[in-house]
């Protein structure tokens, strides 16, 4: 098998750990002796062994790894965490090179791993795979590398673009499929957020009904308080947070958040930043998505497109071209369409 080969085993491997090692990146190991996989490994809990302790303990006889090449999707880590080092363990078993997919841009290891790796002699390639090992834990480089947290945009427009009719009814626009796609969003993200106008006129739950998995944190712009306290999103049900400029108050799972009036969603991100709060999945309304693109503030678009017209009503957010004047340009932003 060639190095691309077992790359690509180790990011498969990887893929296990999801949803199980967060807010940690998914890593995968495999340990490679004359073009034989003697060993693989993945980081399989939050706090417990790194990829590459596992990928060394399952390897039947330890002297095999002498001289081995060990491909890793991140840089073994250098630090002393939860777990030992390790860099440290692959110069301890003498492997005879490492191929890593990933810098870590952690600031506690960045680097740093590769220089005790070489240091020790051992050969060190990088680079193989990297956008891929970048795409797989993107919510984790965000976090670390922009200090916020992965931001994700979704919408359901018609064919005409419209998001909802002029009284903010938006029924026929999804279906129960691209419904049931949302709560497997929603469980794949740590919070969720809504506008003042959005939590008003569909007053959603935004808690996992139609997937097996856990409820993100609600979130939801109320400058005022204006929202009427029945609405679903204030039903304690799941731990809510409330920006506004009125008030800061705790009471069980509903938290009130007391920002400077004229405040941004930068101010919203860093907060988010501090609890650390990986990723992000914003449902609208259209002003707050139109918010979250003029200040380039997202890295990835999810927009469902019906079949169907309204002829007029409420415009969906409009995504600009990379040349717009006065919009950010992203590097290395994502739309998709689903349609519906
Ligand atoms: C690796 N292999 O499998 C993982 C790494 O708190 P700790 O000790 O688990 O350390 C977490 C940090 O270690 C994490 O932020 C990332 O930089 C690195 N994760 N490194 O060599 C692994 N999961
Ligand atoms: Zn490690």
């Known amino acids: 098998m060639s190095a691309i080969s077992y790359m690509r085993r180790a990011l498969e491997l990887a893929e296990l750990g999801r949803g199980k090692v967060s807010p940690n990146p998914v890593v995968g190991c495999v340990i490679v002796k004359e073009d034989k996989i003697i060993g693989e490994g993945y980081h399989q809990k939050y706090g417990e062994a790194h990829a590459e302790v596992n990928a060394v303990n399952s390897v039947e006889d330890q002297t095999d790894i002498v001289g081995s090449t060990v491909y890793v999707t991140l840089e073994p880590c250098a630090h002393f965490g939860k777990t030992p080092p390790c860099a440290n363990l692959l110069v301890d078993k003498k492997v005879g090179k490492v191929v890593i997919a990933a810098f870590d841009s952690n600031p506690l290891v960045g680097g740093k791993g590769i220089q005790i790796l070489e240091e020790a002699g051992i050969e060190v390639e990088t680079g193989l795979l990297q956008e891929e090992a970048r795409w797989q834990n993107r919510r984790f480089f965000t976090q670390i590398e922009k200090k916020r947290p992965y931001v994700i945009l979704k919408w359901a427009q018609t064919q005409d673009g419209f998001v909802a009719r002029s009284d903010y009814s938006s029924k026929w626009i999804s279906n129960s499929s691209s419904r049931r796609l949302v709560h497997q969003w929603r469980a794949e993200e740590d919070a969720i ?68 009036p004229g405040f941004s969603l930068d101010q919203i991100l860093e907060d988010l930043h501090n609890r650390n709060i990986q990723s992000l999945l914003v449902e609208g309304g259209s002003f707050l998505l139109n918010k979250f693109i003029e200040l380039g503030l997202w890295d990835e678009a999810r927009i469902f497109t019906s079949r169907n017209k309204f002829g007029e009503g409420i415009k969906a957010p409009l995504i600009p071209k990379p040349s717009s004047e006065n919009i950010p340009v992203l590097e290395d932003h994502l739309s998709i369409h689903y349609h519906v």
């Open 193 to 260: 957020m809504v506008g003042k106008n959005t939590a008003k006129y569909d007053d959603p739950a935004l808690n996992v009904r139609d997937w097996v998995g856990k409820n993100p944190l609600r979130l939801v712009i109320d400058s005022k308080l204006e929202l009427s306290q029945s609405l679903k999103l204030f039903d304690q049900a799941v731990p809510t947070i409330c920006y506004n400029t009125q008030k800061t108050e705790e009471s069980g799972n509903l938290e009130f958040v007391k920002l400077k």
